[in-house]
């Protein structure tokens, strides 16, 4: 089966994470903005980035037979800044723009405070006046509150649900998230934070897989990047039908990212010779 990582930093991952993707059927990425280790100083450090995601990390995984694609944003993490929140937004239409951006991400919370919250929804709002996909990020502590104090929220803006990717869900919040809101709920498989693929499988079991994506967010942490293909084989083990694994492992990714003009994945590549896969 081909599949679609719908969430995952490659920029924290190297080569041989690219190759396990590729040999398990990972066939098209997409890849939000995030944190990069140390909080940024200057505007311009997150405008090269934005750039950074959008044209080297796409060439960087087309010669492994990856079509990559990225969300640009203003993290929540480095959000009490808010002095440099401003200077990014002023800045960021053009990476938006990009041919390889699909949606603003990822936005959302942190530390629950009110310099985040005024970051989410001054994104949330340029999401729903440029028409995007948004890839929201529950915060990765206290997620109850976390969801609760974004769903006022995301209802006041008034961008198209349907339009929304709320990110990192567990059995705590999954539930709400699914009934409360019209998004697409995430499911992120990444250990202690987050989930492990039994835990997915027992959450798409009962929830069905209806607005349902599954994704590895591989980042600086101990995680996973092939997580997804983890999760599609332990639901097959569980007795998941064939049409599920399709939904979670490619349609509802699919779909979602649909939404924005510029997806138009190529899932015929193939890697490289080893040769010319040294950018």
Not at 54 to 67: K, L, N, V, Y
Not at 204 to 233: E, F, H, M, Q, T
Request: a negative charge; charged letters at 25%; proline letters at 6%.
């Amino acid at each position: 089966m081909q599949l679609i990582e719908p969430h995952i930093h490659m920029y924290s991952r190297t080569t041989d994470d690219y190759q396990a993707m590729y040999d398990t059927g990972i066939r098209a990425i997409v890849e939000p903005s995030f944190w990069l280790g140390s909080h940024r100083r200057y505007a311009g450090t997150f405008f090269d980035y934005f750039q950074l995601i959008c044209e080297f990390e796409a060439s960087r995984s087309e010669r492994f037979g990856i079509d990559h694609y990225a969300a640009v944003a203003y993290n929540p993490k480095e959000a009490s800044n808010t002095k440099l929140v401003d200077e990014v937004l002023a800045g960021i239409d053009e990476y938006l723009a990009h041919p390889r951006c699909v949606a603003l991400g990822e936005i959302g919370f942190d530390q629950l405070n009110d310099a985040e919250e005024a970051a989410f929804r001054a994104q949330l709002e340029i999401a729903r006046d440029h028409d995007m996909p948004v890839i929201i990020h529950i915060s990765h502590t206290d997620k109850l509150e976390c969801i609760r104090r974004m769903i006022p929220i995301i209802r006041s803006v008034g961008h198209d649900e349907k339009k929304i990717y709320l990110d990192h869900n567990t059995e705590e919040t999954i539930d709400i998230a699914l009934s409360e809101t019209g998004c697409l709920c995430g499911l992120t498989v990444y250990p202690i934070s987050k989930l492990e693929p039994e835990q997915a499988s027992a959450i798409i079991d009962r929830v069905g897989p209806d607005r349902i994506l599954v994704s590895g967010s591989a980042d600086w942490g101990i995680s996973d990047p092939v997580s997804l293909p983890k999760v599609l084989a332990r639901m097959k083990a569980d007795g998941h039908s064939d049409e599920t694994l399709a939904k979670i492992g490619f349609e509802n990714a699919n779909a979602f990212y649909s939404q924005s003009p510029k997806w138009n994945p190529r899932l015929d590549l193939s890697p490289w010779p080893i040769e010319k896969r040294q950018p």
